[in-house]
């Protein structure tokens, strides 16, 4: 099967002050499969929004390449760009970043929006979203009323209403108490393995990580170690992930 995702030999530098330059990514290459759920762990400046950022379009790379459905992310410009961002890939933050001023269903709704959709098609896709993350009964409530939970769950609803073929997510569970943060990492389960979306999500948290099919440890900007759940159990993968971090922090 040809990869969702390819990066070849991805570096990424910034100014750091005075003619000094932070190497923020250091030749990184992996490939991701359709429908993989992918968890990028490292220390905090190890490079895990760096990375992320690169892959969603919103920052270049120094050098290297990444080919989405083998075209090159660098040959995207424009229109086809705009297209690649508001078709393709999706986006879960920390801060959930839910619009006050509007419905649970008006957040839901925005991706499709910003496309052609008629509003009986918008209607249809909020419900069905909506129906499958059990938030129907909240459609019509303001996103301040709800817990941070259910407001990562309407996040998630918004992020997949369009049916992009690839989810990120900056430390989605970060401002969660455990209970949430678990019923998120199921509901990304459940839904990787219903609608094959790809799952790439960055995390300090092996519990986090431990829902996840395969792992990059990112320190100083390298991906220094790999670890896939295979046949592993949950809790059997979560050991594995301790146990890497204690080998390598
Ligand atoms: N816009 C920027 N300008 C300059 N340096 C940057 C910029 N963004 C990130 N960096 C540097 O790049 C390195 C990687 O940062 P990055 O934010 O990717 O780390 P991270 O792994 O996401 O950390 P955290 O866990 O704290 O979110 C750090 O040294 C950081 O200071
Ligand atoms: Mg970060």
Redesign the pocket.
């Known amino acids: 099967m040809a990869p969702l995702l390819k990066v070849e030999h991805i570096t990424?530098d910034?100014?750091?002050g005075t003619a000094a330059i932070?190497?923020?990514?250091k030749n990184i290459n992996f490939e991701i499969q359709p429908g993989e759920f992918i968890g990028?762990m490292?220390?905090?400046?190890?490079?895990?929004?760096?990375?992320?950022?690169l892959l969603a379009t919103l920052?270049q790379p120094t050098n290297g390449q990444i080919f989405f459905n083998q075209q090159a992310l660098t040959t995207l410009k424009g229109r086809s760009l705009a297209q690649f961002r508001a078709q393709q890939i999706s986006f879960i933050f920390q801060d959930f970043k839910l619009l006050d001023r509007l419905t649970v269903a008006e957040n839901i709704a925005l991706p499709l929006r910003l496309q052609a959709f008629t509003n009986q098609q918008i209607t249809v896709a909020v419900a069905k979203i909506a129906c499958q993350l059990g938030l129907t009964s909240l459609l019509k409530i303001m996103p301040t009323a709800l817990s941070n939970g259910q407001q990562q769950q309407v996040a998630i609803a918004r992020a997949l209403v369009h049916q992009p073929a690839l989810l990120f997510g900056?430390?989605p569970t970060g401002a969660l108490d455990s209970g949430s943060a678990r019923a998120l990492l199921e509901t990304l389960v459940t839904l990787n393995q219903k609608t094959q979306i790809s799952i790439l999500l960055?995390t300090?948290d092996p519990l986090a990580a431990s829902y996840c099919q395969r792992i990059f440890y990112?320190k100083d900007?390298r991906i220094i170690q790999q670890l896939t759940r295979q046949h592993r159990t949950r809790a059997e993968f979560y050991q594995a992930i301790v146990q890497l971090l204690a080998q390598v922090e």
């Open positions: 990424k910034y100014p750091a932070c190497h923020a990514l990028v490292g220390a905090s400046g190890a490079g895990k929004t760096t990375l992320l950022n920052d900056d430390e960055t300090h990112l900007g």
